[in-house]
């Protein structure tokens, strides 16, 4: 029997522009894979250098083909069997072949897994930087109700990091958490523990280089025992990136389109409790489709932030939803349970 895979590809426009320290963002174009009914998404960050045209490329070529095999329920030897490419790509399969497997049992994946929801954490709603503080205010304001807010800072200036943590908590009694995005170096980071630690931030998120991998070790000897937890972003893609960090860093941020989708994921979440490393749960700006995928993994992590099809304002997609109370609520359709908006 021939299975094939199609895409599409989808402009997802955001309600207000996006800053990181990345870059800004008014638009993000994803490629959604299609495996029959299945669905699974390629989510695409500008700053990870892929294109959809590279996505389309990998996944439409005969080695991806071949790789499918006869029987789609052996989903470890087709994931085996795919060709390098595009992590992202990767993952758009990989959740296809997990929301079709589900969908031929009848269940939520995540009762294939043996997953309770109720075991989810709260998710964090996340705050773009901004450099108009009348701006910022607003944000944060129209974001009242969530628990968790992340706020992103690596502005290029400490002191107006600190300012928009002032900001933010004087407009919310909400937990806060901020993410630097590789803004930082080592020597900063100690300092903005230091001035930071008024706020009883719940955790600091990839606050120095992606590769400075003798940096997150100098941080334990730079920081006090008792500061936030520092979570590892873009400095873990997949399972064996973990090892190297183990004693450095207190948590990771696992995205399916850094890991390459659900499988690694799990494997991931594994690895990282194995050295005692607590987990995150993170997406990318995405649709539905993948912000779904990640939620159905939810109940085995420690921190989520899946707000992703959130901060869009067109999304073609319904599926997990994220309620101003932080708590995700994962359909209860087969598969994924991802359905057209």
Same mark, same amino acid.
């Given at each position: 029997?021939?299975?094939?895979?199609?895409?599409?590809?989808?402009?997802?426009?955001?309600?207000?522009?996006?800053? #990181? @320290?990345?870059?800004?963002?008014?638009? !993000?174009?994803? =490629?959604?894979?299609?495996? $029959?009914?299945?669905?699974? /998404?390629? *989510?695409?960050?500008p700053y990870?250098?892929?294109?959809?045209?590279?996505?389309?490329?990998?996944?439409?070529?005969?080695?991806?083909?071949?790789?499918?095999?006869?029987?789609?329920?052996?989903?470890?030897?087709?994931?085996?069997?795919?060709?390098?490419?595009?992590?992202?790509?990767?993952?758009?399969?990989?959740?296809?072949?997990?929301?079709?497997?589900?969908?031929?049992?009848?269940?939520?994946?995540?009762?294939?897994?043996?997953?309770?929801?109720?075991?989810?954490?709260?998710?964090?709603?996340?705050?773009?930087?901004?450099?108009?503080?009348?701006v910022l205010?607003?944000?944060?304001?129209?974001?009242?109700?969530?628990?968790?807010?992340?706020?992103?800072?690596?502005?290029?200036?400490?002191?107006?990091?600190?300012?928009?943590?002032? #900001? @933010?908590?004087?407009?919310?009694?909400? !937990?806060?958490? =901020?993410?630097?995005?590789? $803004?930082?170096?080592?020597? /900063?980071? *100690?300092?903005?523990?230091?001035?930071?630690?008024?706020?009883?931030?719940?955790?600091?998120?990839?606050?120095?280089?992606?590769?400075?991998?003798?940096?997150?070790?100098?941080?334990?000897?730079?920081?006090?025992?008792?500061?936030?937890?520092?979570?590892?972003?873009?400095?873990?893609?997949?399972?064996?990136?973990?090892?190297?960090?183990?004693?450095?860093?207190?948590?990771?941020?696992?995205?399916?389109?850094?890991?390459?989708?659900?499988?690694?994921?799990?494997?991931?979440?594994?690895?990282?409790?194995?050295?005692?490393?607590?987990?995150?749960?993170?997406?990318?700006?995405?649709?539905?489709?993948?912000?779904?995928?990640?939620a159905h993994?939810?109940?085995?992590?420690?921190?989520?932030?899946?707000?992703?099809?959130?901060?869009?304002?067109?999304?073609?997609?319904?599926?997990?939803?994220?309620?101003?109370?932080?708590?995700?609520?994962?359909?209860?359709?087969?598969?994924?349970?991802?359905?057209?908006?």
């Open positions: 029997m021939t299975h094939s895979l199609t895409t599409e590809p989808i402009t997802l426009t955001l309600k207000t522009p996006f800053k #990181i @320290a990345h870059g800004t963002s008014a638009t !993000r174009h994803n =490629v959604i894979v299609h495996l $029959g009914a299945a669905l699974g /998404e390629a *989510a695409l960050a990870y250098g892929v294109t959809a045209a590279d996505v389309i490329a990998y996944i439409e070529s005969p080695q991806v083909a071949a790789a499918l095999g006869d029987d789609l329920m052996q989903r470890e030897d087709i994931l085996d069997r795919l060709p390098a490419g595009p992590s992202a790509a990767r993952a758009a399969i990989d959740m296809a072949l997990h929301d079709r497997a589900a969908r031929q049992m009848g269940v939520p994946l995540y009762r294939l897994w043996g997953l309770n929801p109720a075991r989810a954490p709260l998710s964090s709603f996340t705050i773009g930087m901004e450099e108009d503080e009348a205010r607003e944000k944060i304001r129209e974001a009242a109700g969530f628990p968790i807010l992340k706020l992103k800072l690596g502005s290029g200036s400490l002191d107006a990091d600190v300012a928009t943590v002032r #900001i @933010a908590r004087e407009e919310t009694d909400a !937990r806060l958490c =901020v993410d630097a995005n590789a $803004g930082w170096t080592p020597q /900063e980071t *100690a300092k903005m523990v230091e001035r930071l630690a008024p706020y009883d931030l719940l955790f600091i998120e990839q606050p120095i280089a992606q590769d400075d991998l003798a940096g997150w070790h100098d941080l334990h000897r730079l920081i006090p025992g008792d500061a936030p937890p520092l979570i590892a972003d873009e400095s873990v893609h997949n399972s064996r990136d973990i090892f190297p960090l183990a004693g450095a860093v207190d948590g990771i941020n696992i995205k399916l389109a850094k890991a390459g989708g659900l499988r690694e994921a799990w494997r991931m979440i594994q690895v990282a409790r194995g050295f005692g490393i607590k987990v995150m749960l993170g997406c990318m700006v995405e649709s539905a489709v993948g912000v779904t995928a990640a993994l939810a109940p085995l992590v420690d921190y989520a932030d899946l707000d992703g099809n959130l901060l869009v304002a067109d999304d073609p997609f319904k599926g997990a939803r994220l309620g101003r109370d932080g708590r995700i609520g994962l359909p209860e359709g087969p598969g994924l349970g991802v359905t057209r908006a």
